[in-house]
C-alpha cells in the first residue's frame, strides 16, 4: 500500500485518452513550498519525484526532499543522504546469474533462521537478460551463428537450468533467453517504458483504501554499468553491483549523496563523414578532462535536436567510461518518435508525452536551462572522425594521425625499438606473415554502436561499396559481427547490406556481448603461435566502450575502439601502421588504389536506407514472444521447488558460503590488527584486473581446481560463465594475467609474496595460507581503483579471500561501493600521500583502529604500519563509507545479511 506522506500536497490525477492515472505533480510541490523546483536539471527532478512518491518519514523526510531545492543555491555542493526506490532491475547473466546464487542462498539461510523463505522474493520487477555466454569461436562461415549458439548451450546447460528454476521459483523475476540480444538494447528496444506505471492500494481522503494506477518516471539500476544507455531515453539508471541490485530487488532503497550534476552543451550537428561513434569518443575524452566521477551528466542545448535517439544513447552508454554516474537526456519530440517507431503502444506514447508535459520534464528548444553545477560545451560540427587506444577509452586520437599514434605506443606504452615497426614474420603453413600493428581482430559488437542503425548501416554500405570495388579482408584478422538485437540483424538482412557484410567474412557469430567483454573467442592457432614466438603487439579493432588491457583476447595487447565502418575499414586495410585518411585501404580489381573516402557512404545515403529498412513492424515482430526463446531455451527441463536443490559435483553453481553461521544479531566488527599486504598497486587498476574474467588457464589455480573436479581444459568455458561457483571465481580473483603486483616488480599476473618467508606464490594460494594463519589482510592501490565494469566479483572474490580493507588513493563510484557491500573497508589516503610516498615494500603489517568503536561515515582513521625492521609509523586514512545506510552494512557484514536479518525479524 502507498505510504506517501505527501507534505507538498502534490498527488494529483492526470487523464490520458479515457484512463486516469495519478502522479505526484512538481509543479504542484513548488507552489506548496519546494520554490525554484523547475529550475533543476531534468535528471534531479526524477529523483525528486522519487523522493515526493515514497516519502515516508523515515527513510524519505520532508527535509531530504526540501534538500532537493536547496542544492540550488549550493549547484549541487550538497552532502544530503537521500533514499532512492528504481522502479526496476535490469540484469545480464554474468552477474544476473551469482545474483540469483545469492538469492536462493538467502532463501537457504532465512530457513536457517526459522523464518519463511518466501520472503526471499523480488518486490520490484527484475529482468535479466542472457546475453554474455556466447563466444566467438566460429567465424566468416554463414554456420557461424549455429556453431556459436550450439556451443553456448553445449557449456551452460547448468546455468541455464538454474535460471529457468529462478523464473520459476521467483515472482516478479523474467528471463529473456539467450539469442536475442544485448540487455541494454533490448531495455532500449523493448523493457524501457520512459513513464512506469503500477496499480496500488492507497488509503484516499475519506481514509478508505481503493486501488489507482499511478504514472511515474522509468528509473531503475542494472547490473552493467552500461545501465546508463537507456538514458539516453529519458530512463534515469545506472549500473550497481550484483550486491547492491539484490538489496534493490528486496525492496532497499538506495542510498545516495545528491549528487552533482555537469551540464553538456551541445551545439552544431554532426558533419558529412563523422559519426556518432567520434561523437561519444570526443565526449569521453572531454569528461574524462573534465573530472566527472561521482557525479550526473546532463545534456542540453540546441544540439540535442539534431541527434537521434540511437546517437543519444550511443553517448548515455559509455557514461562508465568518462567516469560520470549517467549521462542524462531529457524527453522531447524525439523520444516520442523513438517509442512510436520501436513499438511501445499508443496509450504509452500518449502517457509520456502528457506526464513528462505536465511535470516540466519535456524538451523543446524554447526551454529555459536549468542550473548546473558546472558545464562545457561541445559543437557537434567540430568532431572529427576517430578511434580511442590503445588501452583506454578516454584515449582518443584522430584518425588521421592514428598510424602516427600507433608508432608512438609501440615504443611508449609497449616499450618497443622503432626498427619493430617494420619487422615481420612468417605464419607457420600459411602464406602471408605479421607484424607489430597487424589488426588480428575486426569486430562488429558491444551495445554501444550495435543498438545505433545510423553506424551499423554505414557500416554495411561501407562493406557494399568495398565489394564493388574488389577490396577483401585480410587474411589474419579474424571478423565478426554480433548485433545487439534480432532487429538490427532483420534490417541489415532486409537492406540486403548483410551479404556484403558476409562476403567479407562479417557474418553473424551470436545475438550478445562478445569482443568487448573478452568473448572473442581463440585466435587461429597459426597465428596466436606468430604473435606469441615474436612477442608481436598485435591490434584488435572493435566498436565496443572497453579497451582495458588484456580484455579483448590474451594475444592482443593494443585494443582500439572505433566506429563499425571504421572496423570495416581497419579489417580490409589489416594494420594500425595504415594512415587510412591519406594511404590506399587497398586496390581494385584493376589494380588502381581505392582510399577510406572513396568507400565512405554518405549520411543522405545511410539515412534513406534507415528510413526505409527500420520501421515499426520490424520492433514488433521481434519483440512480439520476447520471453519465449529459441527450441533450445524451450526443451530445458525445470526442476527444483521454494529452495534450489544444490548439486554438490557442480562446477558452475554452489552454495556461497556468506550466511554460515550467520545469527541473527551481527557481531561487533573489531579493529584490523597485524594484517599482511596482499597486494601493491598502481593506478587505473580495473575491475577487469581483480575480477576473474576471460580464459581460465589449465596452470592457474582456478584450473587446478577443475581439474581435481574432473573439467578437462577443453570444457574450463570462461570466468564470467562460472560466476555461480565461488570456488572458481576466488581462485581467479586478482589473477587477471596483465595485473602488475609490485610486491613482484617485473612480474605480470597474479602472484604475490607471503610474508615472512618471502616465498612467490598465486595469490589464491596466499591468501588461504595466511587464512589458515589467522593472518587478516589489506591491499594498497593508487587512483581510479576498481574503475570498468560493475563486476561484483571484484568485492566478492575480495572478501572471499580475507581482504579486510582496500586502501587507495581513490575509488571508481561502484567498487567502492560494491566493498562496502561485502563488509570490506574501502580508506583513502590523505591529500599526496600514497604507499609510495611511504615507501612500502609488501612486508610491512598493518593494523588500522577505529573499527570497533562508534564508526562514522567518512571518519579519519589512524593504521599503524609496522616495516621488517621493527619502526612503526602512524598514518591518516579516510573511512569511505559515506553513508549512514552503508554503515549498518558494513555493521552487519555485508548488504546481503542486513537484508536477510531485517526480513527474517519482520
Given amino acids: 500500500m502507498s505510504v506517501s506522506l505527501d507534505s507538498f500536497n502534490c498527488r494529483k490525477k492526470l487523464k490520458v485518452g479515457a484512463k486516469t492515472y495519478y502522479y505526484y505533480s512538481l509543479k504542484d510541490a513548488e507552489k506548496n513550498g519546494l520554490k525554484g523546483a523547475g529550475s533543476l536539471p531534468f535528471s534531479l527532478k526524477v529523483l525528486l519525484e522519487n523522493l515526493l512518491r515514497f516519502e515516508d518519514g523515515r527513510t524519505v523526510t520532508k527535509e531530504d526532499i526540501l534538500a532537493t531545492v536547496e542544492w540550488l543555491a549550493t549547484k549541487g555542493k550538497s552532502e544530503r543522504e537521500i533514499a532512492f526506490r528504481p522502479a526496476r532491475v535490469l540484469m545480464q547473466d554474468f552477474t544476473g546469474v551469482p545474483a540469483v546464487v545469492d538469492l536462493a542462498a538467502m532463501r537457504d539461510a532465512m530457513k536457517s533462521l526459522g523464518a519463511d523463505p518466501r520472503k526471499i522474493n523480488p518486490l520490484v520487477p527484475v529482468d535479466l537478460v542472457i546475453d554474455h555466454s556466447v563466444i566467438v569461436d566460429e567465424f566468416g562461415t554463414p554456420k557461424a551463428l549455429k556453431q556459436n549458439v550450439a556451443l ?56 478508505r483504501i481503493e486501488v489507482q494506477e499511478t504514472a511515474y518516471p522509468d528509473t531503475l539500476v542494472g547490473t552493467d554499468s552500461h545501465t546508463t544507455m537507456v538514458n539516453g531515453m529519458a530512463v534515469l539508471g545506472w549500473g550497481v553491483g550484483g550486491i547492491e541490485a539484490e538489496a534493490a530487488m528486496l525492496g532497499q532503497p538506495i542510498s545516495m549523496l545528491i549528487p552533482e550534476v555537469v551540464g553538456f552543451k551541445l551545439t552544431g550537428r554532426i558533419r558529412e563523414g563523422v559519426t556518432a561513434t567520434d561523437v561519444v569518443l570526443t565526449v569521453t575524452q572531454m569528461l574524462r578532462k573534465k573530472g566527472v566521477v561521482g557525479k550526473f551528466v546532463e545534456f542540453f542545448g540546441p544540439g540535442l535536436g539534431a541527434l537521434t535517439l540511437a546517437d543519444r544513447a550511443t553517448i548515455a552508454n559509455m557514461a562508465p567510461e568518462y567516469g560520470a554516474t549517467c549521462g542524462f537526456f531529457p524527453v522531447d519530440a524525439e523520444t516520442l518518435d523513438f517509442l512510436k517507431t520501436s513499438g511501445r503502444q499508443p496509450g504509452r506514447v500518449a502517457l509520456v508525452e502528457k506526464f513528462a508535459k505536465a511535470q516540466g520534464m519535456f524538451r523543446t528548444r524554447a526551454t529555459p536551462d536549468p542550473v548546473f553545477t558546472d558545464t562545457l560545451e561541445l559543437d557537434l560540427s567540430t568532431v572529427q572522425p576517430s578511434i580511442a587506444g590503445p588501452k583506454r577509452p578516454q584515449d582518443r586520437v584522430l584518425l588521421a594521425e592514428a598510424s602516427k599514434g600507433f608508432a608512438e605506443a609501440l615504443a611508449g606504452e609497449f616499450k618497443k625499438p622503432a626498427a619493430d615497426l617494420t619487422k ?238 550467520m545469527k541473527a544479531e551481527p557481531k561487533p566488527i573489531e579493529d584490523i590488527k597485524g594484517a599482511r599486504i596482499l597486494g601493491l598497486f598502481l593506478d587505473s587498476i580495473t575491475t577487469d584486473h581483480i575480477s576473474p574474467a576471460g580464459s581460465i588457464k589449465a596452470a592457474s589455480p582456478a584450473g587446478k581446481y577443475l581439474i581435481a573436479n574432473k573439467v578437462e581444459p577443453a570444457d574450463f568455458n570462461q570466468y564470467g560463465t562460472r560466476r555461480g561457483n565461488h570456488e572458481v571465481m576466488m581462485r581467479g580473483t586478482f589473477a587477471n594475467i596483465r595485473i602488475k603486483n609490485q610486491m613482484v616488480p617485473g612480474v605480470e599476473g597474479g602472484v604475490t609474496i607471503h610474508y615472512p618467508d618471502g616465498k612467490q606464490m598465486p595469490i589464491y594460494d596466499a591468501a588461504m595460507k595466511y587464512k589458515k594463519e589467522k593472518t587478516p589482510l589489506v591491499v594498497f592501490a593508487g587512483k581510479e581503483y576498481g574503475t570498468g565494469s560493475s563486476r561484483d566479483w571484484a568485492a566478492k572474490g575480495t572478501t572471499l579471500l580475507g581482504v579486510r580493507a582496500v586502501i587507495a588513493q581513490s575509488f571508481e563510484r561502484i567498487h567502492r561501493s560494491n566493498l562496502v557491500g561485502m563488509g570490506v573497508m574501502p580508506l583513502v589516503f590523505q591529500e599526496g600521500e600514497s604507499w609510495q610516498t611511504l615507501g612500502l615494500k609488501g612486508d610491512e603489517t598493518v593494523s588500522i583502529k577505529g573499527l570497533s568503536a562508534g564508526l562514522k561515515p567518512r571518519q579519519t582513521l589512524e593504521a599503524e604500519i609496522t616495516s621488517a625492521d621493527g619502526k612503526t609509523r602512524t598514518v591518516k586514512l579516510i573511512c569511505r563509507i559515506d553513508t549512514l545506510d552503508e554503515l549498518e552494512y558494513f555493521n552487519n557484514g555485508g548488504i546481503m545479511q542486513y537484508v536477510l536479518r531485517g526480513l527474517a525479524a519482520a
Avoid at 551452460?156 to 528454476?165: D, I
Avoid at 521459483?169 to 536475442?180: C, D, I, L, M, S
Wanted: glycine residues 10%.
Fill in 152 to 207: 553456448e548451450y553445449a557449456r551452460n546447460g547448468e546455468r541455464y537450468n538454474f535460471l529457468r528454476w529462478g523464473q520459476k521459483a521467483f515472482e516478479n523475476f523474467r528471463v529473456v533467453p539467450p539469442g536475442t540480444g544485448i540487455c541494454h538494447q533490448v531495455n532500449l528496444e523493448y523493457l524501457a517504458q520512459t513513464v512506469w506505471t503500477k496499480r496500488e492500494r492507497v488509503r484516499n481522503a475519506k481514509g
Fill in 424 to 661: 615481420r614474420f612468417p605464419v607457420e603453413g600459411k602464406n602471408f606473415d605479421l607484424g607489430n600493428g597487424d589488426v588480428v581482430i575486426a569486430a562488429i559488437t558491444s551495445c554501444t554502436n550495435t543498438s545505433n542503425p545510423g553506424v551499423m548501416i554505414a557500416a554495411g554500405l561501407l562493406a557494399r561499396n568495398a565489394v564493388a570495388a574488389g577490396l577483401t579482408v585480410k587474411p589474419w584478422v579474424k571478423t565478426s559481427l554480433a548485433p545487439g538485437s534480432q532487429v538490427v540483424a532483420e534490417y541489415l538482412a532486409k537492406s540486403g547490406l548483410q551479404k556484403s557484410l558476409d562476403k567479407l567474412g562479417f557474418n553473424l557469430v551470436g545475438f550478445g556481448c562478445t569482443t568487448c567483454i573478452g568473448n572473442s573467442g581463440p585466435l587461429p592457432s597459426e597465428v596466436s603461435k606468430a604473435i606469441n614466438d615474436n612477442d608481436l603487439v598485435a591490434a584488435a579493432v572493435l566498436s565496443g566502450n572497453r579497451n582495458f588491457e588484456g580484455r579483448v583476447n590474451p594475444d592482443v595487447r593494443a585494443n582500439y575502439l572505433a566506429s563499425p565502418p571504421l572496423v570495416v575499414a581497419y579489417a580490409l586495410a589489416g594494420s594500425l601502421q595504415v594512415d587510412l585518411a591519406k594511404e590506399p585501404i587497398g586496390v581494385d580489381k584493376k589494380g588502381k588504389p581505392v582510399y577510406l573516402k572513396d568507400i565512405w557512404p554518405s549520411s543522405k545515403e545511410v539515412d534513406d536506407t534507415i528510413r526505409k529498412t527500420v520501421t515499426k513492424a520490424l520492433f514488433k515482430a521481434k519483440y512480439a514472444d520476447v520471453f519465449k526463446g529459441d527450441a533450445n531455451w524451450r526443451k530445458i527441463k525445470v526442476e527444483g521447488g521454494l529452495t534450489y536443490g544444490w548439486d554438490n559435483s557442480s562446477t558452475y553453481v554452489q552454495n556461497p558460503p556468506y550466511f554460515d553461521g
